[in-house]
């Protein structure tokens, strides 16, 4: 049934008054009868909205007429001369109501505004809605509208807690979800921080903080991936990004960073010590192959006997001071030659040099003999005197470094992996201890010693 609404001074005040015909047509809203909201808080959920759409007229520069269909019409005096099909109705003037949930259903984002009779809240059908009414709808200046749903990562979760909220009968806050996926799936823009919605009436606090704890849980998913800082990671939260799916279609990733994302979960699967062992053996064997005398030695937590190890940081050196230099190529060459080495991260040369105290560096990943699953592997390339620091550094833990670092802090050193360095005179900067020599030691123990911290075998370093 269907009926045309008298525009009374009253109501155009209220709520129509307020908007010209061309405003309403841009906001795409439906307008809903207030008896809509009023119905749903009773029935505890939304109550589909089809009996309660008023659809607009065109009418020049006037205000807008209304046509209501609503089969429904309690809480509406219907004017006793209307036929059942088109009746004549008059609003009664009704006392304001802010019913508890009803009253913060209100949004403003879009330009739609509520007024004490009617409610909007919605921009598109429900599927439900018949094709009996779809032509007088679209008839008239509101159409159908189904806007993307920018936020839809948002609205999906809150569509499954209006449902599980409803089954536990917790109707209230069922509703409240409810409100909210109204007023976000309209939103035109995606929703980024908590911030751009904190003056909406209608999206409570349990959003704001769902989407502060989403931010905190992309970044943190996003940082995981080799190559990715918080800098980053952040700016891809902000370009839209909210899984790692969307970040391979992401054009700005370094080829590294494509790599740590093609092998995220290879490379979140921890390694077997054993397995370690077996591939440190093979990596030993070859730089032998390379380098007769080399030292090759895998350090973290494979070194501290951990049962599995997030990846292989493997420290190599050589006795005689100065063949290391060069090694590293020709070493990644052969490891890459019998497919352990199988994707670089980053390569970076040093050894030559005398600044950066020549260090070599390649971060990549690898396969155990016979599979594909990939592991991240270092290898680092130091110089013989820098040894007994660099072992120190890279087997850890790293609460044991912050320990050993605080202590040789205490006594006026600055420990790091290149050396122990002797606080200069009149400078507490960090350039300031740098540009001092470091005291040499040729053994781990002599370093504990000198700071004078008890000796721990590296087993015993998983503090
Ligand atoms: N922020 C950091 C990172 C590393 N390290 C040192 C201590 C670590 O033990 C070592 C190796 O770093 P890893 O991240 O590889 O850590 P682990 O080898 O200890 O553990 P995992 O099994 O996760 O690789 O480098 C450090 O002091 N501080
Ligand atoms: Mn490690």
Not at 268 to 292: D, F, S
């Amino acid at each position: 049934m269907e009926a045309e609404i008298e525009t009374n001074g009253r109501y155009r005040k209220g709520f129509l008054g307020k908007f010209d015909r061309h405003q309403l047509e841009r906001s795409k809203a439906l307008v809903l009868l207030y008896q809509w909201l009023e119905d749903s808080l009773r029935e505890g959920k939304g109550v589909p909205e089809r009996t309660y759409i008023i659809a607009m007229k065109s009418t020049g520069m006037e205000p807008p007429s209304v046509e209501i269909h609503h089969d429904n019409i309690n809480g509406l005096q219907s004017d006793k001369n209307n036929s059942p099909l088109k009746k004549q109705l008059k609003l009664s003037p009704k006392p304001s109501r802010n019913s508890g949930a009803g009253h913060d259903v209100e949004q403003r984002s879009s330009s739609i505004a509520s007024g004490s009779d009617l409610q909007t809240l919605r921009s598109y059908c429900p599927p439900s809605l018949d094709t009996k009414n779809e032509t007088v709808i679209n008839s008239s200046s509101t159409s159908l509208y189904s806007p993307p749903d920018l936020n839809d990562n948002v609205t999906e979760i809150f569509k499954r807690l209006v449902d599980i909220y409803r089954a536990l009968g917790e109707d209230r806050r069922s509703f409240s979800y409810y409100k909210a996926v109204q007023v976000i799936e309209k939103f035109p823009f995606k929703i980024e921080n908590s911030d751009q919605i904190k003056d909406l009436p209608g999206v409570g606090k349990s959003l704001k903080d769902h989407i502060h704890n989403e931010k905190v849980r992309t970044i943190t998913l996003f940082g995981e991936v080799w190559g990715i800082g918080p800098a980053t990671a952040l700016r891809l939260y902000e370009k839209g990004h909210r899984n790692l799916d969307e970040l391979k279609n992401e054009d700005t990733l370094t080829q590294a960073q494509r790599i740590g994302l093609k092998f995220f979960d290879d490379i979140k699967t921890r390694i077997p010590h054993h397995e370690v062992r077996e591939m440190e053996q093979l990596v030993q064997k070859v730089g032998e192959q390379v380098l007769p005398g080399v030292d090759i030695l895998c350090g973290g937590s494979y070194r501290r006997g951990k049962e599995t190890c997030g990846d292989m940081d493997f420290i190599i050196t050589h006795p005689d001071g100065r063949s290391h230099i060069g090694f590293l190529p020709k070493f990644v060459k052969c490891l890459k030659d019998i497919n352990f080495l199988r994707e670089d991260l980053m390569f970076s040369l040093h050894s030559d040099e005398v600044t950066d105290s020549g260090v070599d560096t390649f971060f990549g990943l690898c396969t155990f003999p016979g599979r594909e699953l990939r592991h991240r592997i270092d290898l680092k390339v130091y110089p013989r005197e820098l040894y007994s620091f660099v072992l120190i550094h890279w087997t850890g833990n790293d609460v044991l470094n912050r320990r050993l670092r605080i202590l040789a802090d205490s006594k006026g050193y600055r420990l790091d992996d290149k050396g122990l360095f002797p606080a200069v005179k009149g400078s507490s900067s960090n350039k300031g201890f740098k540009a001092s020599a470091s005291l040499k030691f040729q053994t781990e123990k002599e370093v504990f010693d000198f700071l004078g911290f008890p000796w721990l075998e590296p087993h015993e370093r998983n503090l």
